[in-house]
Structure formats: C-alpha cells, structure tokens
C-alpha cells in the first residue's frame, strides 16, 4: 500500500502557493506574474473539487466564479488563456465554472457558426484527424463542452453531435476517426502515433459518457488499448506530471463499462499502471529541493488520474477521503 497523504498535503500547500494577488484567482506556474490567470484558476477549481475542498464561503466561492467570468471576451464570448486554442480554453473555463453551480455571463459568439447541423459537421469534419488527433480533439470535444455546459445547446444539436460521432467511428480500432487511425500506430506510419488517436478519442468518449451514449465498437476498441499496451506505446508519466495516465485509464474503464469483451487483461493493464502510477506520485512528492509542486495545470491531470485509481483500487493506496472524479460530473479537462 502506497502511502498518498504526503502528496495530498503537499498538493493543497501548492494550491495556496499558486494563490494570485486578486481574490478567487490562481496562477498556473510559480513562475508566472502574480496576477489571476484562466488555467490556474480553473485548475484550481478543479483539483479542489476532486480533494473535497471547493470554497464553502458563499464569499469565496463568488470570487472564483467572478474571476473565471472574468476571463470572457466580451466580443467573441470566447475565453482566452495561454498555451491552448481558445475553444479549449473556454470548455475548461466554463466547465471549471460548473463545478460552482455557474455559468458564462455572455453567449459564445464566436461559436454561432457551429449552432447549425451543417457547420457543425463541417467544424468537425474539418479538425485535422489524421495528424492531430490529439490536438484537435480539444477542439472537437470542446465545442460539445461549451455549448453543453454553457445551455446554447438543444437536444437536437446535442443529437447532431453525437450522430456524427457515432457514422465516423473506426471500425478497425473503435476510435475516432474513421479513414484517419493508422493501424501501425509507430512514427514510421503516414498521420499520428496510435497513442495520439487513443488520447484525442479519449476526448470525445467522456462528451459520450455524459450522455450515455454508446460506444459503437466497444470491443476493437478493448483490442486497440491492450495492443498499445503490449507494444509499449502507451506512455506514462516518468519525470513530471502529466494528463497520461487519466486519458488511458479513463478510457479503459470506460470501455469496460460497456463490454465484457477481454475484462481481465484489461483490469491487469489498469492495476500495472495504475500501481507505477502510485510509486510515481510518490516518488515526485519526495523530490528534494521542492516545497510544492510548481504547476498547477500538469498537477490536475495527475489527481484526477488519481481518483480512477483509486476508485478500482483503493486498497492500494491510503488517503483519508473518497477522491471525486470530475468527468463523472460534466465533460472536459
């Protein structure tokens, strides 16, 4: 059993330490300024979630929803942050604010196009699914986010959405998009690794969750994860934390939820994982010369990696709370 309190509290110091000089708002890196920032702060938002510890002030919890609000163009309605394309920002903005019972004060202007069956399906069909799967998911799972959590979105467009998902499955693999996996999935192959369609599906399949919805090809896409595995190409994080571990054993459970097909080899691939993964956090959580952990962006995929692990293994780890896993609430990280 893997002693996980050191990391625990060391993961609350980092919250304080990423702390902005404006009320309700957070910092992503101990190196940024010291001004409220839209990742910080909706990491923040996050990682407290998932430890049990949003503000319980009605204070406090009004100055992070004012902070995030903050982060909107009042032109385009979009969110704006550093280091990801704006839709990704606004869907993680928007989403951290449902975890505050709050929305967007303005409509998503810059998204109108999209509010039609035929732009959206020229929206997605013209991400770049071959090269960039991984990337722009982000974009393609975003838009659902965002008009979803935000309400722009009916029940017909919401059906839109996930009809186009549900025709370009890939038959061969079980992700997403059909013509675009390469069955090799090694840097020798035309488009992406294998691991990068599995993490850009990955986006995709917690939208799905959220409604329900089926997947269309649960047991190739059962295959396709062991076959990474077996291959090695399922990566895992070594020096620094990362979103690794949550897109793989978010999407393993996910499709053990929906077959049966190769249960055990996949339960075993999650505990190997998941077990590096605990000497992992342990191992980063003793690291000399660091009082916190300096990111708090790459610290969130790692706790809400976490919290799966925990919920298929609790009696490999000991902390003193049941961890809340965010994507079972809403859709987006």
């Known amino acids: 059993m893997k002693n996980l309190l050191p990391f ?10 990423h702390r902005a000089a404006e009320a309700g708002g957070y ?45 909107q163009d009042t032109e385009t309605g979009l969110f704006t942050g550093a280091g990801h394309h704006p839709i990704h920002a ?6 951290a604010l449902e975890l505050l019972d709050a929305k967007p004060l303005r409509s998503l202007e810059d998204l109108k196009e999209i509010r039609s069956r035929e732009g959206l399906n020229q929206f997605l069909a013209g991400l770049d699914w071959c090269c960039e ?15 979803v959590l935000s309400g722009e979105a009916d029940e017909a467009w919401e059906e839109w959405y996930f009809e186009w998902l549900w025709q370009e499955a890939d038959p061969a693999t079980g992700l997403w998009r059909k013509g675009a996996v390469s069955a090799a999935g090694d840097d020798s192959s035309p488009g992406a690794p294998l691991f990068h369609h599995l993490a850009g ?22 295959d396709t994860c062991l076959e990474l595995y077996a291959a090695g190409q399922v990566l895992e994080s070594k020096e620094d934390f990362s979103f690794y571990e949550l897109d793989v054993l978010y999407t393993t459970t996910g ?29 980063r959580t003793d690291r000399a010369g660091e009082a916190v952990f300096p990111d708090l962006h790459t610290l969130c995929g790692a706790v809400c990696a976490l919290a799966i692990v925990q ?23």
């Open 27 to 71: 910092r992503r890196r101990l190196l940024d300024p010291a001004g409220a920032e839209l990742y910080g702060t909706s990491d923040a938002a996050i990682i407290q979630y998932t430890i049990g510890e949003l503000p319980e002030k009605p204070e406090e919890r009004q100055e992070m929803i004012q902070m995030l609000q903050s982060f």
């Open 133 to 147: 799967p991984w990337r722009d998911s982000q974009k393609g799972a975003g838009i659902y986010a965002a008009m």
């Open 8 to 17: 625990l509290n060391k993961v609350k110091a980092s919250l304080e330490a």
């Open 201 to 222: 599906s990955f986006h995709y399949l917690f939208n799905q969750n959220y409604r329900k919805r089926p997947l269309r090809y649960p047991d190739r896409l059962a």
């Open 255 to 283: 499709v053990m939820a929906q077959t049966t097909h190769r249960r055990e080899e996949l339960k075993r691939m999650n505990e190997e994982i998941g077990a590096r993964f605990l000497a992992f956090l342990a191992e």
């Open 311 to 333: 919920s298929f293994m609790p009696e490999e780890l000991e902390l003193d709370r049941a961890l809340q896993k965010v994507l079972d609430r809403r859709p987006f990280i």
């Open 90 to 95: 606004t869907a993680f903005a928007i989403s």
